[in-house]
Structure formats: structure tokens, C-alpha cells
């Protein structure tokens, strides 16, 4: 039987077709648990945006990167951030981190530099779930329960006057952010997934480089 839902309407109980019925309630439901997502204003001059970044990536990791580790730190500017002592997730960090700043480099080369060059890079933790199909179980399927969005703005000071000016605009956005970090860590719990898994690791992650509106939802495969 072919499918006429009525016209914009998402009363799905006047649907004749049990299929279409089922694809809205799950559209609707998806919706409905969209993750929070903390925005973090990040501002940093060429010389500085490398280290900026990935100081904000590691804040960031150290309150939720779940496995047991070593508390180190490391100065940036005038402050210090906690580092997350592993290879592989400081490996991830590095790479995203380079591709980010290569891109800021390539839009400032283009002519970007007095309008000021952007760019965006997310952090996005996820569980894993059985996946349903018609009432089937088809699997895993890894959820979004958090995103964390850094909106980074490339500075490009052309005096010692402007110089000095962006490095004390740096300080203060580096530690407004860090302080961001640490608040909303402390604040926002209730949406964090229960452990249900042994793994060293329980909720995987990525780090996306200019992420699409829908990168927060289900994907396939272990991180």
C-alpha cells in the first residue's frame, strides 16, 4: 500500500502506513535527544594558534576522557592546562589541529586577512547503543550525548602595538575558556551516559574539522 501522509503534519497516528509511521517517530525521537553543544570562542595569532588550540582540546579531554591517567600540564601563554598523557588521543589532537591551522593558513593567503579568518573544529563524544530496524536489532550504533564547538578566529597583527594588544586578547580568551570548560563540566552532568561497558574506553570520540549541523548524530563503527 502506498504511503499518503496528510500535508505537514507530525500527528504520526494518521499515518496508514506502519513503515512511514515508524521513520517519523524515530526522526521525531532523534530530534527530541539532540546533544548539548558548548560553543567556545577561541582567538589566536599565527605564532600562537597551534598551541592555543590544542590547550583547549586537552582542557577539554581531561574532564571527559574516561580512562585512567597521569594528571599532567603544560604552560600556554600565561597559563597553565591540563595535558592528557596519551599517544593516541594526543596523535588525534595534533593531526586535527594541523589540518585546522593549515586551512586558516590557506584562507589568510587568499586574501582573508583584514575581515579576519574563521574556522570551526568540534569535539564529540559518544555511546554506543543496539541499533533497531523495524523492531530488529541490527547492531551497534555509536550516539552523540555531547558536542564541544571551538570557533576559532586567526589574528594577524601587523605592529608591535598591535602585537602586544592580541597577546593580552589571547590570555584573557584562553582563560575565559578554560573556566568555561570547567564550569559547564561541573554543571552539566545529567545528560552523561551511564557505563555499561568494561572497555578502558567507554564513550568513543572524534574531532571533526568544520563539522556538518548533523555530524552529532549516529554513526557506524568503533572510534
Known amino acids: 500500500m502506498q504511503c499518503t501522509p496528510p500535508y505537514r503534519t507530525f500527528n504520526t497516528s494518521r499515518y496508514r502506513c506502519s513503515n512511514c509511521k ?6 521525531l525521537a532523534m530530534e527530541q535527544r539532540r546533544p548539548p553543544e558548548y ?17 583547549i582540546l586537552h582542557t577539554i579531554f581531561f574532564h571527559r576522557f574516561f580512562p585512567s591517567i597521569r594528571p599532567k600540564s603544560r604552560d600556554i601563554l600565561d597559563l597553565t592546562l591540563p595535558f592528557v598523557d596519551d599517544v593516541e588521543l594526543e596523535t588525534l589532537i595534533d593531526q586535527r589541529t594541523a589540518t585546522l591551522v593549515r586551512q586558516l593558513d590557506t584562507s589568510s593567503d587568499q586574501g ?7 574556522g570551526l573544529m568540534a569535539v564529540q563524544f ?3 547503543k543496539r541499533r533497531k530496524a523495524w523492531g530488529f536489532m541490527k547492531g551497534e550504533e555509536e550516539v552523540c550525548w555531547e558536542q564541544w564547538t571551538l570557533d576559532v578566529t586567526l589574528a594577524t597583527p601587523r605592529t608591535e602595538s598591535e602585537r602586544a594588544k592580541v597577546r593580552k586578547a589571547m590570555e584573557a580568551m584562553l582563560l575565559k575558556a578554560a573556566m568555561k570548560i570547567v564550569t559547564t563540566v561541573n554543571r552539566e552532568k545529567d545528560h552523561i551516559p551511564p557505563i555499561t561497558t568494561s572497555e578502558a574506553n567507554p564513550f568513543p570520540y572524534q574531532i571533526v574539522i568544520n563539522p556538518k549541523d548533523n555530524s552529532w548524530g549516529a554513526r557506524m563503527g568503533i572510534f
Do not use: H, L, Y
Open 126 to 128: 559518544f555511546e554506543k
Open 39 to 55: 560553543i567556545i570562542e577561541v582567538f589566536a595569532d599565527p605564532s600562537s594558534v597551534k598551541d592555543v588550540v590544542r590547550g
Open 112 to 118: 582573508a586577512r583584514n575581515t579576519g579568518v574563521r
Open 22 to 27: 515508524q521513520m517519523i517517530e524515530n526522526n
